[in-house]
């Protein structure tokens, strides 16, 4: 069965406009600009409410992690590594604990300014203020992420409505409304990869002269944001897939990739530039496969007992997808070329990152990111992958996949997470497009659900925490947006605005569950004593006996 690459016009019946309100124009009376600075609002006033001021050891992992390496960079001495590695987050509040203490605002700024643990108010006094003024980070932070959203949602879409309910549902999504309060490395990763598909999307739909440009900076995203959290690769070992069905007649190359002797001087330019960047980014990738420094990481290679393999399986694979992506949407062969080249010159870039505060753990952490995930696999999946079992690790994604089925119900497995009350819509959405011949946006929405549910399966195993939910939150939600987007005369329903207002009413209520339940809490802080002598050697903790506290 063939899928049309032709984009239809929605036909809205005219009594239906006559005769009911239209659903869009009631649940946005704040217009654009209003709407999103009511979002940014009701964000903000959740942080000081449900976050700011709650005791500095309630998000101890990873707040403490992270504010740790900030004070120890702080202090000049080497960075204490952290497995994720969380790259950005800590240079990002080590930097803003530099800014504070020169305004004056922050004397708990480095290592050394922290007082003894033997002087509980001091040290009490000095870590909150440490703890939040990095949760102010994660605040602006959050806020500057649902902006860059909004805008590029704003371009996804054709009605703007659509783009704001899109902002609103990433605002208030499970992921958002932890992150914003606490220091994770999930946040900046999930959104620089989030960001980068928008843009894959929007610059693939609508050909310029400029797009291998924006293909680099997508490449680029897409590496910054593993820098941050390995796990990201998986996401964008999808990406291949999840963009084939969003082209569209208009992403043919324009005139200026027309094969002709300019269009080749310029794919020749990209290589030139792609290979100055690769060559110094390559240092980068011969140290994460350097042996002395994985062995010091204690990685162990899952492929013919060879590290390397599947990182350039993955680099083929995502020079296919760009080849038939091609084909299929007449971009043009120098184009193409272009663009292959331009992949390189942004994940060279991107790798070029790690030059701000090299630590030889972070390259070996990035460059192999399956095996340093394998480092927190269960025994279930390390039996799996080591002894090279594919029924085991089937069985172990089936069981994966079921486990997070009953969590989209809801019903049968409940977690603060609104967005699974878009998935009750998209999955008929899904069905109901494909019946009114919108299949390529059945087979786009497909296509996003399927991967979200593949990625969580894969976190299944550690629990799929709430901090886990922002890498497939916004796939769910794009999917969402670009249904809603093509099937846009069903706000003419009859029930169209009862079901968009009682999902705004889930999201704001079932996104705070996970906050307010931190802000109730009443348990101690002495969980941190099991691991704050690996990941924060140098400041003992006044209720651990080890490490021993310094006079």
């Not at 980068?284 to 060879?306: R, S, T």
């Not at 705070?512 to 050697?537: L, T």
């Amino acid at each position: 069965m063939s899928i049309s690459t032709e984009v239809p016009t929605p036909v809205v019946a005219a009594s239906a406009q006559e005769t009911r309100p239209d659903a869009f124009k009631r649940l946005t009376p704040f217009g654009w600009t209003g709407g999103i600075a009511v979002i940014l609002a009701c964000l903000t006033a959740s942080f000081f409410l449900a976050g700011y001021f709650v005791i500095y050891w309630r998000n101890a992992d990873m707040d403490f992690m992270i504010v740790y390496n900030a004070l120890v960079l702080n202090d000049g001495k080497p960075q204490a590594f952290f497995d994720h590695p969380s790259y950005f987050t800590i240079l990002s509040v080590k930097v803003w604990f530099q800014f504070m203490h020169a305004l004056g605002l922050l004397d708990a700024w480095k290592l050394s300014s922290i007082p003894s643990a033997l002087n509980l108010p001091a040290f009490d006094a000095a870590m909150t203020s440490a703890i939040r003024a990095g949760r102010v980070v994660a605040w602006l932070t959050t806020s500057v992420f649902v902006l860059a959203y909004a805008a590029l949602a704003k371009h996804l879409v054709r009605d703007w409505r659509v783009a704001l309910f899109s902002t609103f549902a990433f605002a208030f999504s499970g992921g958002i409304a932890v992150h914003m309060r606490i220091l994770r490395s999930e946040l900046i990763a999930g959104c620089l990869f989030t960001f980068a598909f928008m843009i894959l999307i929007i610059v693939g739909r609508k050909a310029t002269s400029w797009r291998p440009l924006a293909i680099a900076a997508a490449a680029a995203l897409c590496v910054l944001g593993m820098e941050n959290k390995v796990q990201a690769i998986l996401l964008i070992a999808a990406l291949p897939a999840l963009l084939l069905p969003f082209g569209t007649p208009t992403s043919a190359s324009t005139t200026f990739w027309d094969n002709s002797a300019r269009a080749w001087l310029a794919a020749i330019a990209a290589a030139v530039i792609a290979g100055v960047l690769f060559y110094f980014a390559y240092p980068l990738i011969l140290a994460g496969l350097d042996p002395a420094a994985i062995a010091v990481a204690q990685l162990h290679p899952i492929i013919g007992g060879m590290f390397g393999i599947y990182q350039i399986a993955l680099m083929v694979w995502i020079g296919l997808g760009m080849i038939v992506y091609a084909a299929w949407w007449r971009v043009s062969l120098s184009e193409t070329v272009a663009g292959l080249f331009a992949v390189i010159a942004g994940a060279s870039l991107g790798l070029l990152a790690l030059y701000l505060q090299y630590d030889a753990q972070n390259v070996v952490a990035v460059i192999n990111p399956i095996e340093k995930m394998l480092v927190f696999a269960d025994a279930p999946v390390t039996t799996a992958v080591d002894g090279g079992k594919a029924f085991a690790t089937i069985s172990l994604l089936f069981n994966g996949m079921v486990a997070v089925l009953k969590r989209y119900s809801f019903v049968l497995f409940s977690s603060p997470r609104p967005t699974v009350f878009l998935t009750w819509l998209i999955a008929p959405g899904i069905v109901y497009a494909w019946l009114k011949g919108e299949r390529q946006v059945a087979l786009q929405a497909s296509l996003l659900l399927l991967a979200a549910i593949g990625i969580d399966a894969l976190g299944i195993r550690r629990g799929l925490k709430a901090e886990y939910f922002l890498f497939t939150d916004p796939l769910i939600i794009i999917a969402g947006t670009v249904l809603l987007d093509r099937l846009s005369h069903l706000r003419f329903a009859k029930w169209a605005y009862p079901i968009g207002a009682a999902l705004i009413v889930a999201h704001v209520a079932v996104s705070q569950a996970e906050p307010i339940k931190h802000v109730m809490k009443r348990s101690g802080p002495e969980y941190i004593c099991d691991w704050n002598q690996f990941y924060e050697p140098e400041l003992p903790m006044p209720w651990c006996d080890l490490p021993p506290k310094r006079p």
